[in-house]
């Protein structure tokens, strides 16, 4: 997509009963691939599936161009890699008196581990997760978006891009909303690897750009009287105390989740992207 661009704000005409047809079978298509591992159309085909019901020429016009990028970039391929991905600009601010609080507070707080899980057969790896939230992105509907994206050792496992389910009025929510989802997936990958004869000891960075989020150690405003706000700020302190997790501060220009929630420029696309993929030929 454009850099910037909000096919929300399309005021074009309104595909007929062929055109419509034509978009439905498209979409379908585009899921699939994103399915299939194509993380770098994900914001795109996540923003214009929910114009299905009622797609126009602008809407149809974003579609082909999304397959036009497919053909022109048909031989990427994601880089499978054990070693530890190198965290960029990552600063860690989860000081010793936040760690002290986060105990005090959730006392109880530990990592439930199924006791039939096999005997590991394989050293541990790292599992590492990007997360970041554009606040307010749909500018009809003012709902923020959510991007995540999960390595297991310089591995893509699990990518996500979906609006977020509530409104929330600030960047803090927003971010917070994203953070537990990242969690959530964090523990479900955690579980998945004890399953297959991989050791799990360690904690999982968490990485996110937002340092308010990740280094917030105090009784939080209004904000947290709403209920899913509240939800997802206690589901992350909980997990950081329990050892599951550990946020960790990035620059935004290295946080790789980035091409999941917005629309931005070539140059941030490739310098991004190219980290997890490469080009079966020399002229990509």
Same mark, same amino acid.
């Given at each position: +997509?454009?850099?910037?661009?909000?096919?929300?704000?399309? @005021?074009?005409?309104?595909?007929?009963?062929?055109?419509?047809?034509?978009?439905? +079978?498209?979409?379908? +298509?585009?899921?699939?691939? !994103?399915?299939?591992?194509?993380?770098?159309?994900?914001? %795109?085909?996540?923003?214009?599936?929910? =114009?299905?019901?009622?797609?126009? /020429?602008?809407?149809? *016009?974003?579609?082909?161009?999304? =397959?036009?990028?497919? /053909?022109?970039? /048909?031989?990427?391929?994601? !880089?499978?890699?054990? #070693?530890?991905?190198?965290?960029?600009?990552?600063?860690?601010?989860?000081?010793?008196?936040?760690?002290?609080?986060?105990?005090? $507070?959730?006392?109880? *707080?530990?990592?439930?581990?199924?006791?039939?899980?096999?005997?590991?057969? !394989?050293?541990?790896?790292?599992?590492?997760? =990007?997360?970041?939230?554009?606040?307010?992105?749909?500018?009809?509907?003012?709902?923020?978006?959510?991007?995540?994206?999960?390595?297991?050792?310089?591995?893509?496992?699990?990518?996500?891009?979906?609006?977020?389910?509530?409104?929330?009025? @600030?960047?803090?929510?927003?971010?917070?909303?994203?953070?537990?989802? %990242?969690?959530?997936?964090? $523990?479900?990958?955690?579980?998945?690897?004890?399953?297959?004869?991989?050791?799990?000891?360690?904690?999982?960075?968490?990485?996110?750009?937002?340092?308010?989020?990740? $280094? #917030?150690?105090?009784?939080?405003?209004?904000?947290?009287?709403?209920?899913?706000? *509240?939800?997802?700020?206690?589901?992350?302190?909980?997990?950081?105390?329990?050892?599951?997790?550990?946020?960790?501060?990035?620059?935004?220009?290295?946080?790789?989740?980035?091409?999941?929630?917005? *629309?931005?420029?070539?140059?941030?696309?490739?310098?991004?992207?190219?980290?997890?993929?490469?080009? +079966?030929? $020399?002229?990509?």
């Amino acid at each position: +997509m454009m850099d910037g661009d909000h096919p929300e704000e399309d @005021s074009s005409e309104i595909l007929g009963d062929e055109g419509h047809k034509k978009y439905m +079978m498209l979409i379908g +298509m585009l899921n699939w691939i !994103v399915c299939l591992g194509r993380m770098d159309v994900a914001f %795109a085909v996540t923003s214009l599936s929910r =114009f299905s019901a009622c797609p126009r /020429k602008g809407h149809l *016009a974003r579609l082909l161009r999304i =397959f036009g990028c497919l /053909k022109k970039y /048909k031989n990427r391929r994601i !880089v499978v890699n054990s #070693n530890d991905p190198i965290v960029i600009g990552g600063k860690d601010v989860l000081e010793l008196n936040f760690q002290d609080l986060l105990k005090s $507070q959730y006392p109880d *707080a530990i990592e439930e581990i199924d006791c039939k899980v096999p005997k590991p057969l !394989v050293e541990k790896i790292e599992i590492t997760a =990007f997360v970041d939230s554009d606040h307010a992105h749909d500018k009809v509907t003012r709902r923020s978006i959510t991007g995540l994206l999960i390595l297991v050792g310089s591995t893509p496992v699990y990518f996500l891009s979906k609006r977020q389910g509530a409104i929330v009025t @600030s960047t803090y929510g927003a971010e917070f909303c994203a953070m537990k989802t %990242a969690v959530k997936e964090v $523990q479900s990958v955690r579980y998945m690897l004890r399953c297959l004869g991989v050791k799990i000891d360690h904690t999982s960075l968490v990485c996110g750009d937002n340092k308010e989020v990740i $280094q #917030n150690c105090t009784i939080p405003d209004s904000h947290l009287k709403k209920k899913h706000v *509240a939800i997802a700020y206690h589901k992350t302190r909980e997990a950081a105390a329990a050892g599951i997790v550990h946020p960790l501060k990035i620059n935004s220009p290295n946080n790789l989740a980035d091409i999941l929630t917005k *629309a931005v420029t070539g140059k941030t696309f490739w310098s991004l992207y190219g980290k997890l993929t490469r080009s +079966m030929n $020399q002229g990509e």
